[in-house]
């Protein structure tokens, strides 16, 4: 069956760094694009960033470009986020995900979730 599990979240300092990991199995992962969601409390949940199967185009939301960078590492299923430079506005849950083909259909996974607190 198709996981992926977060991890790497925590409480940082304005200004400060993380690095998120999201380790999948149960699917062919150098096969899909990869995606980082967050939803902060009230608020819908929304795309942060996304990485190509290859990894060669990676897409940002405008409040995190160069700021955040994903990537990934085909040979150990395992997508990141580098999160730099981080605001009060960024804390949120993040969330793995990947729209996978099973047998007909393609179903949306994603993870447990990690939580990202900014704060002094």
């Known amino acids: 069956q198709v996981q992926l599990v977060e991890s790497g979240g925590g409480l940082v300092q304005p200004g400060g760094s993380l690095r998120l990991s999201c380790a999948a199995s149960?699917?062919?992962?150098?096969?899909?694009?990869m995606n980082w969601y967050r939803q902060a409390p009230g608020k819908e949940r929304e795309l942060v960033a996304a990485?190509?199967?290859?990894?060669?185009?990676?897409n940002y939301a405008d409040s995190v470009k160069g700021r955040f960078t994903i990537s990934r590492d085909n040979a150990g299923n395992t997508v990141y986020l580098q999160m730099n430079s981080l605001k009060p506005e960024d804390t949120a849950v993040y969330y793995c995900n990947a729209w996978v083909l099973i047998g007909m259909s393609v179903d949306g996974y994603w993870g447990q979730g990690t939580q990202v607190t900014v704060s002094s």
């Open positions: 990485i190509t199967s290859t990894g060669s185009v990676t």
């Open positions: 149960g699917f062919t992962f150098s096969s899909y694009t």
